[in-house]
């Protein structure tokens, strides 16, 4: 896994998302009840952007039809049979930074 610092994210106990891309992948950092968040930015349903949705309850909700994704794991909820890429997140030395598979890692969790 490599790690991307993310430049230009405050955290002032607001809530927000921030749409960024790294290493070729639309991601929407999250912060939401003090805790952060990465998923990313492309609703699996119909492909809106994520970014223009709200949290409630522990999810992001999708601006176009309201379908619901769990913040900590991307799983859609009961019913949608679906989900979105959820990527760990960390602050390190008041930086924020998000972690994502190389090729490598993808081949070798094939095995
Ligand atoms: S495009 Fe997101 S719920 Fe339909």
Redesign the pocket.
Known sequence: MKWYVVPGIELTGQPFIKKIKLSGKGIIIIGYQNNLYALGSA?P????ELSGGWCKEGKII?P????SYDLKTGKGSPGQNDYVDSYPVEMRAGEVYVGIDTLWDRVFAIK
Do not use: E, L
């Open positions: 609703c349903h119909a492909g809106a999708c176009f039809h309201r379908y």
